[in-house]
């Protein structure tokens, strides 16, 4: 079974930036790629997605401080977080749907934003 692979989470300091990425195992015929977030004791929230035509949707706690980009020849997914804050802190998971409607999901990355 296809698996998405993140990498990129750390800890970072309030202002900082950190870049995620996320690789299929396998191939994939991705409609959407996108991004979901799990903050600590609460349930996973939407972040961003791009779809295959590169448009994309930002959730508003995030907008004007991430970007999300993709690589159709690597379908590679790329979350670049900028000025981030105490309140970004959480586990994040790479998504996928396929045509189908069908989501893969990754294993989760840790972001932590600390002084």
């Known amino acids: 079974q296809v698996q998405l692979v993140e990498s990129g989470g750390g800890l970072v300091q309030p202002g900082g930036s950190l870049r995620l990425s996320c690789v299929p195992s396998?191939?994939?015929?991705?409609?959407?790629l996108g991004w979901y977030r799990q903050p600590p004791g609460k349930e996973r929230e939407f972040v961003a997605r791009?779809?295959?035509?590169?448009?994309?949707d930002y959730a508003d706690p995030v907008k004007g401080r991430f970007t999300i980009s993709r690589d159709n020849v690597k379908n590679t997914v790329y979350l670049q977080m900028n000025s981030l804050k105490f309140e970004d802190t959480a586990v994040y998971y790479c998504?996928?749907?396929?045509?189908?409607?069908?989501?893969?999901w990754g294993q989760g990355t840790q972001v932590t934003v600390s002084s």
């Open positions: 791009i779809d295959s035509g590169g448009r994309t």
């Open positions: 396998g191939s994939i015929a991705s409609r959407y």
């Open positions: 998504n996928a749907f396929d045509w189908a409607g069908y989501a893969y």
